[in-house]
């Protein structure tokens, strides 16, 4: 069987290799450079030139794929999803696009095409579990998504360090967040509703509510629902305090007699000090813990699941990319050998309700090394 994997950054390398274990798979990115590492990397590989927004050139290449896997910057995603779509093919996306996604419902079911958007480790497994949770219950009272992509241990002076973009950290630091309280959306400053959780494996972790529930407030019925983002205690103060200097701000200021814009000075000065390096010995880890409680019948219950990740030393990939790389192409697995049927866009909470792909998603993590722990909780006639 033959897939595509739109986008050759970081984790589209990673759907890339995994995906080749069981597939003839062709890279496609813009850029010739990333794509002649990529095949030095990993010699199965095919690539193919082309931006993900050409939708012409992009027909030609996916014409005979069976599936398409795809994570492109947010801005591109849309674009991407619809000429992929219009390709008549199957798609597991990444990409994080501001979008909503499910407006190309009707679309996908014209073409006939099943499109699994946002199915990274969060969003993704998350929405999936949390879905899996709300399948279990007659009634969901508390769904709360805890998640951190965090140094294995704090790095002064920040307690942080990052894999990716400080423009996106900071966004997330800047952005509102939405949730959910007695059924009804609230919304919180960025970094709101501070707290200290312990969690297994790691002790006390400050938590947060962020901005990311997206499709699973309108796809999850609960009286409460929340995303908080994780990370080393003292770490929001900091950025708190900077916030407050005006140093995350977008609109152009005059600092120091030029005319700049404190965003990008922030990042310019933050990366450099945020950056892991696994040279030096820098190592990530991935936290994450899906809770989802409510009724069924007169007996309250309690699901959880419980992830801890680690950088791998055999591959050298940091552990975020690894847990949003891997649950990507374990769905695109799914989907060419037929788990999926159904058609039209679906949020991963959407697929929760099937025994028979939860139980095939839990073990080909597993496979790979990432292992989510499910505890049940039941307290007997409590309604």
Known sequence: MKSVQIGAGLVGNIIADDMSRDFAVTLVDLDGGKLAKAAENNPKLKTAVCSCTDGDSLRLILEDADIVTAGVPGRFGRSMMEAVIRSGRNLCDISFMPEDFEELDGLAKEHGVTV???????????????????????????????????????????NYQITWSAADVIEEYTRPARYIKDYSQAVIEAMGDLDLKEFPKVGALETFITDGLRSLMKNIKARNMQERTMRWPGHVEQMRLLREMGLFDENKRKLGGADVVPRDIACDLLFPMWKMDPDKGDRDITVMQVKVEGYKGNDFVTYTWDLWDRFDEKTWRNSMGRCTGMTCSIFAHALASGLISEKGVLAPEKLAGSDDLYEFVMAEQKKRGINYVESVKIVKDAK
């Not at 969003?123 to 140094?151: C, K, Q, T």
């Open 116 to 158: 699994i958007p946002d199915i990274g480790v969060a969003p993704g497994m998350s929405n999936f579990l949390m879905g899996r949770g709300a399948h279990l219950l007659d009634e969901v009272e508390n769904a709360i998504i805890y998640v951190g992509g965090i140094p294995e241990k704090p790095v002064p002076p920040f």
